[in-house]
Nanobody
């Protein structure tokens, strides 16, 4: 089992950048795929990006491709989401989740979320 905690969310102007962090507990952190998801007010939770346990093959939602970058540092049990060229529609609570695979329904361990607000 692993626990994850997100941080880094804040209010930012459109066009700005933020870096979110997801810190995991446990010695087996590197064996877990990590995904970032978000939920905007009044909308369903949606996939943003994910990365394998080894840090390879990052994948992105079309809406963030070219603007967001996911990476991980397993020596620090941390996964990052670098968000550039932010838009008001990126406003949401961002969650990271850990799972044994990258299948969306196998992300089992979720953090509490961090709020990102992008002002126009």
């Amino acid at each position: 089992q692993v626990q994850v905690v997100e941080s880094g969310g804040q209010l930012v102007q459109a066009g700005g950048s933020l870096r979110l962090s997801c810190v995991g507990s446990g010695r087996t952190f590197s064996s877990y795929a990590i995904g970032w998801f978000r939920r905007a007010p009044g909308k369903e939770r949606e996939f943003v990006a994910d990365i394998s346990g080894s840090g390879g093959a990052p994948a992105y939602a079309d809406s963030v491709k070219g603007r967001f970058t996911i990476s991980r540092d397993n020596t620090k049990n941390t996964v990052f989401l670098q968000m550039n060229s932010l838009k008001p529609e990126d406003t949401a609570v961002y969650y990271c989740a850990a799972g044994p695979t990258r299948r969306r329904n196998e992300y089992l361990y979720w953090g509490q979320g961090t709020q990102v607000t992008v002002s126009s």
